[in-house]
């Protein structure tokens, strides 16, 4: 699954008074067709507003931090093609969540290509931001329920994998972020080593660990996983 390929224009909900705030949000999340999105920016943490976009929107959304204070949070909103109140797979979720990463990678490497480092290097803090994120909600959270679920060995199993596999991509993306913006870097082959084993990482977890979980704890609280990804770090 992809992202959305273009971003609406973006509400700045600090300017607006704050009974106005959410309503003004919604509103506009409202009015985009499924596969479009928007980012919004407040100046405290839209913990309220989340959750009130998962009691009234439920299924509907997908939320995406994109700049977390002190000063200043900005959310990506996007309008999934779904049905009000769909119950949300982990497979499903954080696979979208991989397809979304891929874009915003992919960004970042053509603007490097084309000479334009200042927007190369946006768009890769925004990746390396969301790659982290996803990465601490698996180490934290998944790989944890997964253990316990299954009750195989976390040294031994196929998360202990997936671990070593964790620390091996974050040192590969802090190097590949110090050379994106850089225009004598040897960013093509830090890529190549980085997306080697990003996507098999990616792949074995699309296929084993996502549907292993869903299954072993079935839908409910598979969308109960979902919404605390969407809660994690506001």
Do not use: N
Request: charged share 25%; proline share 6%; glycine share 8%.
């Amino acid at each position: 699954m992809t992202a959305a390929s273009a971003r609406e224009a973006a509400v700045d909900a600090r300017a607006l008074p704050l009974s106005e705030r959410a309503p003004r949000i919604l509103a506009v999340f409202d009015a985009l067709a499924p596969g479009e999105s928007f980012e919004f920016s407040s100046g405290v943490p839209p913990r309220r507003l989340l959750a009130q976009f998962q009691a009234e929107r439920k299924g509907l959304f997908e939320w995406s931090p994109v700049e977390e204070g002190p000063e200043t949070w900005r959310i990506e909103l996007y309008r999934r093609r779904a049905a009000p109140g769909d119950l949300r797979g982990v497979g499903e979720a954080l696979s979208w969540d991989h397809g979304r990463l891929d874009t915003l990678e992919a960004l970042a490497f053509g603007a490097r290509l084309a000479g334009d480092f200042a927007t190369a290097l946006v768009e890769y803090s925004r990746f390396a931001s969301g790659l982290k994120r996803h990465a601490q909600f698996e180490d934290d959270v998944l790989f944890p329920r997964f253990e316990a679920e299954s009750g195989l060995d976390p040294a031994f199993g196929p998360t202990a994998v997936l671990r070593l596999e964790h620390g091996e991509i974050l040192l590969l993306l802090q190097a590949t972020a110090a050379a994106i913006g850089e225009p004598d870097s040897p960013f093509v082959s830090l890529r190549r080593r980085f997306h080697q084993v990003l996507c098999d990482h990616s792949e074995k977890e699309e296929i084993v660990l996502y549907p292993g979980l869903d299954h072993l704890i079935g839908a409910v609280e598979s969308d109960g996983l979902v919404s605390r990804f969407q809660e994690l770090s506001l």
